[in-house]
T-cell receptor, first 114, second 111 residues
Framework: NAGVTQTPKFRILKIGQSMTLQCTQDMNHNYMYWYRQDPGMGLKLIYYSVGAGITDKGEVPNGYNVSRSTTEDFPLRLELAAPSQTSVYFC?????????????FGPGTRLTVL | GQNIDQPTEMTATEGAIVQINCTYQTSGFNGLFWYQQHAGEAPTFLSYNVLDGLEEKGRFSSFLSRSKGYSYLLLKELQMKDSASYLCAVRDPYNTDKLIFGTGTRLQVFP
């Protein structure tokens, strides 16, 4: 099993550009999450999904969009990149069967907006 | 409100024992997780506590007191590879059971 994979690993964007961060999990997990982590800070939840076709906002959703058309994929879209979106983005998945489930994280995407 | 507090940085010596504290104030409580995150890498699961007391896993132990809103992660026989950030996270049922993360404690282990 590959677990949770993310592409790309690194990206530099210009202000106003758009891009999609890809996330795929092969563990048949129901729940998926997108976090951002700024230097010296904890993980902030951007969006999450409890199953295909269902998404909801987290703590910091502004400037982002998501979709969940399949169980495996949960892409994160940045429409008009801003310097404040410079961060490391982690995708995570969780079985969703109970409160003891842990989250499994992808390797992260390091995004710089100039 | 929701708040999870951890010390920002700690240092320790190889072979020693270190205790990383976490205090939390959340609307509800459905368990507390500890994750390890090496620099430039993803967080990985270390431990889970939902009942009061100590959970031991090899060199790592985690303790929980729900009445005090307090947990600690105890690392014994420290090794250089234990240099990492340690994240405390609480599952909050009043927040649709999502995890609320602390800012993490950066531990540096010196020879």
């Amino acid at each position: 099993n590959a677990g949770v994979t993310q592409t790309p690993k690194f990206r530099i964007l210009k202000i106003g550009q758009s891009m999609t961060l890809q996330c795929t999990q092969d563990m048949n997990h129901n729940y998926m999450y997108w976090y951002r982590q700024d230097p010296g800070m904890g993980l902030k939840l951007i969006y999450y999904s409890v199953g295909a076709g269902i998404t909801d906002k987290g703590e910091v959703p502004n400037g982002y969009n998501v979709s969940r058309s399949t169980t495996e994929d949960f892409p994160l879209r940045l429409e008009l990149a801003a310097p404040s979106q410079t961060s490391v983005y982690f995708c995570a998945s969780e079985l969703g069967a109970g409160r003891t489930d842990t989250q499994y994280f992808g390797p992260g995407t390091r995004l710089t907006v100039l | 409100g929701q708040n999870i507090d951890q010390p920002t940085e700690m240092t320790a010596t190889e072979g020693a024992i270190v205790q990383i504290n976490c205090t939390y104030q959340t609307s509800g409580f459905n368990g507390l997780f500890w994750y390890q995150q090496h620099a430039g890498e993803a967080p990985t699961f270390l431990s889970y506590n939902v009942l009061d007391g100590l959970e031991e896993k090899g060199r790592f132990s985690s303790f929980l007191s729900r009445s005090k809103g307090y947990s600690y992660l105890l690392l014994k026989e420290l090794q250089m590879k234990d240099s990492a950030s340690y994240l405390c996270a609480v599952r909050d049922p009043y927040n649709t059971d999502k995890l609320i993360f602390g800012t993490g404690t950066r531990l540096q282990v010196f020879p």
